[in-house]
């Protein structure tokens, strides 16, 4: 079963402008990771944010992480079209060692 | 450095024929985790090794799968019958170790249609 919910579903942007897409869980967790998957491939990893952070940067990405409200974000500044891809969250629930992915953000950058 | 390895990339045959996908994890890597994507249901874990060991097998939708790891350098899964309902893409993916801190490098995936 999915653990982690992203919002919106879609998100078309224009080059340049800035993409948020926010994720929410259910249960108590130890990170959260944000995950790329451009079409036709394999997930990639992007950043991992424990529970006991706020915030963390990786180049043009900002993860926000609220375990008051059980909810991340993922900020990408000055987006370009080769950001166009799906995101997605992945949570690990306290007491398993295995991750459990969200439906996912479908991200388009128009150039 | 390698990736995770998948084959076959597609994979089309008819229902009721045996399936299997293949995976050579990342070497070094001491877990392995095989997962089914569908528009409908999204990225669900079948199944997860540790060591070869298979750790939790929840997510097998039922006994027509099956997963093994007989090394620490190939896994297989395997669909017996195979069903239409069974299309989708796997993938498999490893990390150092299932701990929660690890981060999970994916495969290309194979596309299973059943026709």
């Known amino acids: 079963s999915q653990q982690g919910e992203e919002d919106p579903q879609a998100l078309s942007i224009q080059e340049g402008e800035n993409a948020t897409m926010n994720c929410s869980y259910k249960t108590s967790i130890n990170n959260l990771q944000w995950y790329r998957q451009n079409s036709g491939r394999g997930l990639v990893h992007l950043i991992l944010i424990r529970s006991n952070e706020r915030e963390k940067h990786s180049g043009r990405l900002r993860v926000t992480l609220d375990t008051s409200k059980k909810s991340s974000s993922l900020l990408i500044t000055a987006s370009r079209a080769a950001d166009t891809a799906s995101y997605f969250c992945a949570t690990d629930a306290h007491n398993n060692n295995d991750m459990r992915f969200g439906a996912g953000t479908r991200l388009t950058v128009k150039p | 450095d390698a990736g995770v390895i998948q084959s076959p990339r597609h994979e089309v045959t008819e229902m009721g024929q045996e399936v299997t996908l293949r995976c050579k994890p990342i070497?070094?890597?001491?877990?392995l985790f095989w997962y089914r994507q569908t528009m409908m249901r999204g990225l669900e874990l079948l199944i997860y090794f540790n060591n070869n060991v298979p750790i939790d097998d929840s997510g097998m939708p039922e006994d027509r799968f099956s997963a093994k790891m007989p090394n620490a350098s190939f896994s297989t899964l395997k669909i017996q019958p195979s069903e239409p309902r069974d299309s989708a893409v796997y993938f498999c993916a490893s990390s150092t170790h299932s701990g929660p801190n690890q981060p999970q490098h994916f495969g290309d995936g194979t596309r299973l249609s059943i026709l």
């Open positions: 070497s070094g890597h001491n877990s």
